[in-house]
């Protein structure tokens, strides 16, 4: 694959260009489309209140497909993505107004591996909450 | 009620082939707002030693889940999916998926657990392609929780 950051060049602490990704109720019922994931969740808020959650929240999928945008952005190549991970600790919580919410990515290169691959670890917030926990990549540099 | 410690390490026939549809990666690209334009143009796919448009790294998450339904939706296994979360998420890659993959997928269940009355299901998803050849491997946790809890932590 065609990585355009090289394995040499990188150091274990650089941070990636961290990002913000809104999320508003349109968003997860086009996401909700192209992914085939229906679950009233994630745009009936009386049947998201109906089992105990506070509002309609994005679909978790949707949160790890944003984050992992951080590091293929810097990448170049998505196909350079080797594994990537999380943990979905809290829900994102999207009100029916026309702010939505916000989840916040950074990232930081934790280890160097072999075979010109590193781990970058993630992290996710949304109105100030960890959204992703446990949250690594490992992607294969140039 | 605790899930069957028998049903670990069962594994589901492969699925019917899932085609990869060039239009269909790019609704997904564009349903998670990223306009990276390896998703939809072949020239760039090609310019980085693709040889059709790749598609997003989650995007296998669509096939692999609905081929663990079988293991969901197996009533002799008897989870409550009305009370099912997601837990935690993972693939490793052999190589991104493509505009024209067939893709079958084997769904085998790696570990049951119960953890304060929560049903705690481990599915393994394996990705192959038309000749056989290993794709993508996605880990699925998902959690039932136990009746009354209120949903404090994980996604559905």
Redesign the interface.
């Known amino acids: ?2 990585a355009t950051i090289a394995y040499d060049d990188i150091e274990v602490g650089t941070e990636l260009p961290a990002r913000t ?1 809104p999320v508003t109720r349109a ?1 997860l019922v ?2 909700a ?5 229906f ?1 009233p ?1 994630h745009w009936n808020e009386k049947f998201a209140r109906e ?3 506070p509002d309609v ?10 984050a ?2 951080v590091v ?2 810097w990448v ?4 350079a ?11 994102v919580v999207v009100p029916n107004d026309d702010q939505g919410a916000v989840v916040e990515v950074t990232a930081k290169v934790a280890a160097k591996l072999d075979d010109r691959r590193v781990r970058v670890d993630l992290t996710a917030t949304s109105a100030g909450q960890k959204v992703l926990g ?1 949250s690594r990549a490992v992607v294969r540099l140039a | 009620m605790a899930l069957d410690q028998s049903f670990v390490g069962r594994s589901y026939p492969p699925t019917d082939p899932y085609e990869v549809g060039r239009e269909k990666i790019r ?2 690209a ?5 306009a ?1 334009p ?2 939809t143009d072949r020239e760039a796919a090609k ?4 040889p059709d448009v ?1 598609a ?3 995007f296998p ?2 096939i692999t ?2 081929a663990a339904g079988v293991v969901v939706q197996d009533p002799d296994l008897g989870l409550d999916y009305s009370r099912v ?9 052999t ?2 998926v493509r505009a024209g993959d067939l893709l079958t997928v084997t769904s085998t269940i790696e570990a049951i657990k119960s953890l304060a009355g929560n049903d705690i299901l481990d599915i393994r998803g394996e990705v192959h392609d038309e000749s056989g050849e290993h794709v993508v491997t996605a ?1 699925t946790k998902l959690v039932a929780r136990a009746a009354g809890e ?7």
């Open positions: 694959m065609a990704f968003t086009r996401y489309g192209a992914s085939g994931d679950n969740i089992v105990g959650l929240i994005a679909h978790g999928m949707f949160t790890m497909a944003s992992i945008r293929t952005d170049g190549d998505p196909g993505v080797v594994e990537y991970g999380v943990r979905f600790t809290k829900p446990m | 609704e997904f564009e349903a998670i707002g990223d990276n390896v998703y310019a980085l030693g693709h790749i997003p790294p989650t998450f669509a889940f609905q979360v997601h837990g935690d998420q993972k693939f490793a890659y190589r991104p880990w209120d949903t404090t932590g994980g996604e559905a």
